[in-house]
């Protein structure tokens, strides 16, 4: 198994590039709490653009991500998604409460967290000198 992150900007990026079954979904889970504990990121972007093959145990581990990165106070996406995977998505309900995507890249979100962190910046600029 290798899972790959990219963490800049906040953002973990997970590439998971083998299938996900009974026998490896716990070993991506561990491994994957283990960095979103550590890093505590903004947005989590698990990559699917290696992924054949997945089974029901592949969506409560993705299920399980998504309430961790939650409850840290981040976002969560699934990015590179073939259309077996985003079916199996569909059908258990996962993209009524995550975003899936079918391409985006790294940079794509640096832009879009930066874009956010100015407007945040620009809104605190402009209500200095008023009182409350």
């Known amino acids: 198994m290798k ?3 990219s963490k800049e900007d906040r953002l973990l990026k997970v590439e998971i590039t083998e299938e996900i079954d009974q026998h490896t979904a716990d ?3 561990r491994r994957i709490d283990n960095e979103i504990e550590r890093f505590i ?3 989590v972007v698990f ?3 290696s992924i054949t ?7 409560g581990m993705v299920i399980g991500r998504y309430k961790l990165t939650k409850m840290l106070g981040g976002t969560f996406e699934i990015i590179n998604v073939n259309k077996s995977i ?3 998505f569909d059908m258990s309900g996962v ?3 995550i975003n899936v995507r079918e391409k985006k890249n790294v ?3 640096k832009d879009e967290i930066h874009s956010k962190i100015l407007k945040n910046i620009s809104k605190e600029d402009s209500n200095e000198g008023i009182v409350w």
């Open 27 to 29: 070993k991506i889970r």
């Open 3 to 5: 899972i790959n992150y």
């Open 41 to 43: 990121p903004r947005k």
């Open 95 to 97: 993209t009524r409460i």
């Open 47 to 49: 990559d699917f653009g």
């Open 107 to 109: 940079e794509e979100y």
């Open 86 to 88: 985003k079916k199996i």
């Open 53 to 59: 093959f997945m089974d029901s145990s592949g969506i």
